[in-house]
């Protein structure tokens, strides 16, 4: 909310100024705001429609430039001095990291929308979303929003070009669904923007006293209902709703090894031209497989791959089975670097009775699609792999 309302700020300050200098200031919050989170571009998108919104509900305070040629070139330069303004953080960690900021992005968007749109329907997250949105928001501002919702509309230039950012942006955030699988409540840096529509009439009411009436018991400063109001709701909140932990380990510390293995078996499979099969080391006990598999990033994996390792006996049935994360799922492919090595342990229990002479069947996939990394020779979705 904060990096938001600066921007904000500087972009109501910028266009009354007519200040590049302040349209650029403006887009340096929002570009901070998505370097934490790449689902924060939807700030640039508010503080773009309050811009869009002013210009048009106060024309008669614009000095339009006589032509047209000049007009065009006014307002695509404030445009590209927030644009650059946007992007400043991401232009300076490329200069400094080396990095390509468009595949941070990319990479960013895609495993948002993968992790945020799955698990729960679009009917759901259209009728839900608005409700948990508002109950976290807090009941007592929505119902003053609803009561002066009248009075606010009649507050043309004032405060619709911030209810057109507010609630054209919320509309259209829960009406698209890209982002489903996430909760109203994390969109509560709407919340001040919110607040302040609710409260827009208010000053034509009364600066001090919310409540007119001739009990001076009664005249109680208006802020102090409305903190009295959300503080009652919150104890409701924190003594009569169920609370679930949601038991999440820390994410693994890991190092990236760039040494090559030494193989008892060397192989040169490789997967969809990202992650290929070095080699592996393999032994049996009675009614165990010890497998260790030396993986290396080709290219940067784009998914968290799982790979499966499936025992066959003489006859070519299945006698054993292990399905895991690289590394006892503590070594996720999405993090591998390219050109590192990654060592793959695997203990694999074997049906009673089972008889080899056996082979080895490995390969990767995805958990959410089940879709299997085909070899790049073009001969299956598996590697065979020889018994010594």
Known sequence: PLLLFVSLYLAHTGLEARSMRRLFAAGVPLSIATFFSVGNSVLIAVVGLYSLAW???????????????????????RIIAFALGCASIWILYALIYRANPLEVLSTGSRLAWESTTGGRSYGLWLAWNPIDFA????????????????????????????????????????????VRGEVGRLWIYFGPLVTLIALAPIEELDLQYGIRTTQSVFRIPYCVWLIALLALQLLILNTRWLVNDSFLDEPPVRTSNFVPPNPAVATQASFDRQIALRGYDVSFLPSTVNLTLYWQAVAQPPHAYT??????????????????????????????????????????????????????????????TAERLRLDDGSGTSQRLKVP
């Not at 509309?153 to 057109?164: E, G, H, T, V």
């Open 55 to 77: 210009i048009v509900f106060n024309r008669e305070v614009i000095k339009v430039p006589g032509k047209l040629r000049d007009l065009v070139s006014s307002w695509l330069s």
């Open 135 to 178: 109950t976290f928001l807090g009941i007592p501002i929505v119902l003053l929003l609803l009561l002066n919702l009248r009075k606010i509309l009649k507050l043309s230039r004032n405060a619709w070009p911030l209810m057109i950012a507010t609630f054209v942006t919320l509309i259209l955030l829960d009406l698209s669904g890209i």
């Open 307 to 368: 790979v499966f390792v499936h025992v066959l006996d003489a006859n070519g049935q299945q006698v054993g089975q292990q399905d895991n994360m690289p590394v006892n799922n503590q070594s996720i492919t999405s993090c591998w670097q390219p050109g590192e090595f990654v060592t793959d342990p695997y203990s694999i229990a074997l049906k009673a009775g089972a008889l080899g002479p056996f082979t080895l069947d490995v390969g990767l996939y995805r958990v959410d």
